[in-house]
């Protein structure tokens, strides 16, 4: 059994995530400090995600081909430095939204293939997956809420400097990431892939991740323009982003555990659940920073639970020889097509129904991924599915 390079893969989750925790409480805020309303703020933030609806195919297929998985996650590192320097002569919707394309169309192209690469280290050890991961929401929680002290102090104008310096620590790590001693060959895999995929229940899973991260769509977008707007200092802000990402940490800590007691099914369920319920009381009570504090706890479910799960469907559903386009589809119909339909829909509705509405939306969504879950996904029957 080889030695998993445990150090060097937590370090890129650590800062991969790190600059997640710097753009997704705060680039609203810096985008609404550029003088920019919330439909504008709502489509320059579906940028973000709209990039991941093609971008990870294209990779995962390109890495699949060519077998130069490494290599293309220091090109995506290096490469996303490279066109987010362009954000300094930015002060336009337009200029802001093409270098928020460029770059996120190559930062885009890193996370499916190094959890590929992840994977291929751990080999049999693939239950300590999540205790790598785990570093990548200590991260996370790390940035948000350095910078959520740190604009109470500075304006948010600097966020684009900081991220740039993250960014280029996402690339050093990549440099010291080696090939694992097998990835699998993927050359032959294209018609297995499509025929795994047309199986109904794992097109109606990808359907289910679609849903749960549009319901994240006016989280990610609006939820710290709420917070201030109600008189959260961004300090107050980063704490309770911090929440629910503490949170995330726990659950990613006891996922192996929680994997041995409940089925797939069952978790999915209870986490599709209690994200209806934590969109529902940010829809109702977001004045009061008792309940704000609980359902930032419920991120464990909506993001942790359901990320856990998903990566383990996924490799439930797909052969070894179709993870890499598995994975970038999973990437794809969530945190792509999900995230950019829910920010885009969250800005439209922001201004003229509101958060109460919006985030009953988003709740909504969450009720009928569960429905589809009760119905559809069977995950020991998916051969006959």
Known sequence: ??????????????FYFALLGALVPYWSLFLKDK????????????????SRIIAPNIWGWLADRSGQRVRIVRYG???????????????????????????????????????????????????????IRLWGSIGFIVTVVG????????????????SLCLMLLIWFNTLLIQPPPTIPDA???????????????VLVFFGVMFLVQLGHGPYYTFYSVLMEDLGYSRSEIGVLWAIGV?????????????????????????????????????AFFPDLAPVMLFAQTLHAASFA??????????HHYFTERSYGQAQALF??????????????????LWQDAGSLATFMIASATAVLALLLTVIWIYPEKAQQN
């Open 1 to 14: 059994m080889h030695s998993v390079p445990y150090y060097r893969l937590s370090g890129f989750y650590f």
């Open 35 to 50: 003088g920019f309303g919330p439909e504008q703020i709502g489509m320059l933030m579906a940028i973000l995600h709209a």
């Open 77 to 131: 590192a290096g490469l996303t430095c490279l066109f987010f320097s362009g954000m300094f002569w930015q002060d336009s919707a337009l200029g802001i939204g093409l270098v928020m394309a460029s770059f996120s169309f190559f930062w885009n192209a890193v996370l499916p293939q190094f959890e590929v690469l992840t994977l291929a280290h751990l080999g049999e050890q693939r239950a300590r997956y999540s205790q």
């Open 147 to 162: 910078l959520g002290w740190l604009f109470d102090l500075i304006p948010v104008s600097w966020l684009p400097h900081l």
């Open 187 to 201: 050359k032959q895999q294209d018609q297995g892939f499509l025929q795994q995929l047309k199986r109904h229940q």
């Open 246 to 282: 503490i949170a995330e940490v726990v659950v990613f800590i006891y996922m192996p555990q929680l994997f041995e007691r409940y089925s797939y099914r069952l978790l999915m369920i209870s986490a599709l659940f209690l994200t209806a319920l934590r969109w529902a009381l940010i």
């Open 305 to 314: 639970v359901m990320h856990a799960v998903g990566i383990a469907l996924v």
């Open 331 to 348: 990437s794809s119909a969530g945190f792509g097509a999900g995230g950019a339909v829910g920010a885009l829909l969250s800005g439209l």
